[in-house]
């Protein structure tokens, strides 16, 4: 039976104009009742997806920022933090580049340094819990990574340039126009095994649904891995399966109705 259903929200969950499905919350609570917990895995921070599940946010897990830490109920399960000295070369590449600015993403806040006022609206979209600064030096939140956001397409414009540094970092393309930079070892799949730990629910009790590059590691920790209808090729290429419908026609609600169809979540 799946016990944990773990959901990537942009481009997955929420469709086109960042709604949650209308059908989504009698879902929610169906499954909650049967002791299914749900996990928000995203790479937004975590003060704006609790906004956005207000209703239920202390029913939930939270892996924000990519897999930076965990929160299952308002408990805190882990933590990745990095030092911020380790970004200086990251950062120095993208200001050097047009059309790209860079969000710091800390515990409390996401610095954001940019001259653009719409990439500046952008930011807002996904980091409430922001600052705007001229420069990130002295900053002594918790630093778990860079948000990076440009006005031109990412593979393209930005991904190139840092290539090179998925050496030693995780360099992951997480929108169109989004790419965030993490630890090497920071991921989704990470996060969601250290959940899975936590809560003693396996493999083949996992659920998880995501569509962009950042999603890929999460694929690998369950049984049920679903890449949406709108995801990218490298995704549904990772997943076991790909949804019937994409995120603006409430591929993740209707395919978590498929299931409980066929008695996956028990009687």
Not at 241 to 261: A, C, K, P, S, W
Request: net charge negative.
């Amino acid at each position: 039976m799946i016990k944990l259903i773990v959901l990537d929200i942009d481009g997955t969950l929420v469709n086109s104009q960042k709604e949650i499905p209308a059908g989504f919350w009698g879902l929610f609570e169906r499954l909650n009742t049967k002791g299914v917990q749900f996990c928000i895995a995203s790479g937004r921070q975590v003060q704006g997806l609790q906004q956005l599940f207000a209703p239920i946010k202390d029913q939930l897990a939270f892996i924000p920022d990519n897999g930076a830490s965990a929160i299952c109920r308002g408990k805190e399960l882990y933590e990745d933090p990095v030092d911020y000295a380790r970004f200086v070369p990251i950062i120095e590449v993208c200001e050097a580049i047009e059309g790209v600015s860079v969000g710091l993403c800390c515990k409390r806040y996401t610095y954001i340094k940019t001259d653009s006022e719409a990439i500046f609206q952008e930011y807002l979209k996904y980091y409430p819990a922001h600052k705007r600064v001229d420069n990130f030096e002295g900053i002594t939140d918790t630093v778990f990574k860079l948000a990076i956001c440009t006005d031109r397409d990412i593979r393209t414009h930005l991904y190139p340039h840092l290539e090179r540094f998925t050496k030693d970092f995780n360099v992951a393309i997480s929108g169109a126009v989004w790419l965030d930079v993490m630890k090497k070892e920071t991921n989704k799949g990470e996060a969601v095994a250290q959940l899975q730990k936590a809560l003693g629910i396996g493999y083949e009790e996992t659920a998880v649904f995501g569509d962009q590059l950042n999603d890929l590691e999460m694929m690998g920790v369950a049984a049920y891995s679903f890449a949406m209808k709108n995801g990218a090729v490298e995704v549904k290429a990772a997943a076991q399966y790909t949804t019937e419908f994409d995120n603006d026609h409430e591929g993740v609600v209707r395919e978590i109705e498929r299931l409980m169809r066929e008695g996956l979540f028990g009687d």
